[in-house]
């Protein structure tokens, strides 16, 4: 039986962990005794990880609404109301005396008891006046609309005929799977006019900004070059976004962090979205293959080469780690897709990070794994989507969820603006397109996994056979 439930966020609890993490180690370098273990952050990482995991486990999983084909709970109260038994669905602005006064639109299924929700917003308690606070009220209010048949909060053109929201998995077939890795050697003969797209979309203020940080801690030749290997890496990405047919917005350079080509969509099938994930280290790795060729050619007379090579392979490495975000956590997330336990896959990826993290001392991990725990959140809310647009068996537009997000949302002008309504609209966009995203099959599984290990091996070599060039050694050290 399809059953769904829609948690409370965990953005607060993330916070929090974060502010504790941070508290502890300042309070160690403080204190500064002999006493403190040799890498005091990772123990204040321990402590602030400790936080979090007490509270998903305890507080987080007691609150939320839990639905299926018979009926609706409330996680909180245990209180369960057959569909059956919504006599009538009360919508009502009240009042809420949080930090100031806010004033939400509500709604409660009333029935032998009552359940009310809303989306009382983000850093607020989990629940309020009974009231349970959710992101995806809209979508609960949906269900319970079509689930209770209370037309009179039909959005117009409802009821029509229900499409399977849920796209099966595609059986394997060579010639599409071998299209993938075909389509960068058709692109050959049009390679330069690609490039000059992909140019287009760099937003050159990132790139100064990327080089001015980076000429603070080496050469100005050396912060251009590094630029420059993470700009091919991230062409491969934004490549791989272009002929998997989703618009590109631009290639983002972050200081120290690396950079991001970011999409204006998503792909409509997993594979496509692995495809994406490890095309930037294709190009990284070519790349770092490239100069280390170069060096070896001449006889290990530009070092030069060499030490980027090993930066190169070093940098490609480190985003092939299986941890989200990283890319290889995203192919481990599109791997996942497929099987229910792809969320607790996702997780398992957050604890090993934090584990290379302590044991390796390195704090950018740290850092990198709670970005991933903000987007985690984003996964545990996009994977009820799935199964709640199966059980709504009604087709849900952008339009129709912001029909229902009208009536569990603030009234006051200055927190429901046109900004925020088209976030919502963008927001449910997404997760509607990712929960129906076709998983990949087995055939095409093997073959990522299997380009995946052969990346991993050629960079690994890449680090062996430069490791005695002068400056080669240095990138571990970088991230601690």
Not at 188 to 202: Q, S
């Amino acid at each position: 039986m399809t059953e769904v439930t829609f948690r409370s966020r965990i953005a607060p609890y993330v916070v929090g962990a974060a502010l504790m993490t941070m508290v502890v180690y300042v309070v160690f370098l403080v204190v500064g005794t002999s006493e403190l273990p040799d890498y005091p952050f990772g123990l204040a990482a321990l402590v602030g990880g400790g936080n979090l995991a007490w509270n998903l486990l305890t507080k987080a999983r007691k609150h939320g609404i839990r639905v299926d084909a018979s009926g609706i709970t409330d996680v909180f109260s245990q209180v369960t109301l057959a569909w059956s038994e919504i006599a009538t669905i009360k919508l009502e602005i009240l009042q809420l005396n949080l930090k100031r006064p806010a004033v939400i639109r509500v709604a409660s299924l009333v029935g032998p008891r009552t359940i009310r929700f809303a989306d009382i917003g983000p850093g607020r308690p989990p629940r309020v006046d009974g009231i349970a606070n959710l992101d995806s009220a809209a979508l609960v209010l949906a269900l319970a609309t079509a689930r209770s048949a209370a037309a009179a909060l039909y959005p117009p053109g409802w009821p029509a005929p229900a499409p399977d929201p849920i796209a099966e998995p595609q059986r394997f077939d060579l010639k599409k799977l071998g299209g993938i890795g075909a389509a960068t050697i058709k692109a050959g003969p049009k390679l330069f006019a690609i490039v000059g797209k992909l140019l287009k979309g760099i937003k050159l203020g990132s790139v100064v900004l990327a080089i001015g940080a980076y000429t603070l801690v080496w050469s100005w030749q050396f912060a251009l070059a590094l630029v420059g290997m993470i700009l091919v890496h991230e062409c491969g990405h934004a490549f791989a976004i272009w002929r998997s047919g989703v618009p590109v917005k631009g290639i983002y350079f972050i200081p120290f962090f690396g950079g991001a080509a970011v999409s204006k969509g998503i792909a409509k099938t997993r594979a496509r979205a692995a495809y994406i994930a490890i095309n930037g280290p294709i190009w990284g790795t070519l790349l770092a293959l490239g100069c280390f060729t170069a060096f070896a050619i001449g006889d290990g007379e530009r070092p030069f080469l060499g030490t980027l090579a090993a930066w190169g392979a070093f940098i490609n490495l480190f985003n092939l780690l299986p941890i989200f975000p990283l890319d290889g956590g995203r192919l481990l997330a599109s791997l996942a897709h497929a099987s229910r336990r792809g969320v607790p896959i996702v997780a398992a990826s957050l604890v090993l990070g934090g584990a290379v993290a302590y044991f390796a001392h390195l704090e950018l991990l740290v850092l990198v794994g709670i970005l991933g725990l903000f987007e985690l959140g984003n996964r545990l809310a996009a994977a009820t989507y799935g199964p709640a647009l199966a059980l709504l068996a009604h087709p849900l537009s952008a339009a129709d969820h912001e029909h229902f997000a009208h009536h569990t949302a603030f009234v006051e002008p200055e927190r429901d603006t046109p900004a925020r309504r088209e976030i919502r609209e963008q927001l449910f966009t997404h997760r509607k397109a990712e929960a129906e995203q076709t998983p990949m099959t087995f055939a095409q599984a093997v073959v990522m996994l299997a380009g995946y290990v052969a990346l991993v091996g050629a960079l690994v070599a890449v680090l062996y056979l430069t490791a005695d060039i002068a400056g080669s050694g240095s990138p571990l050290d970088f991230l601690r």
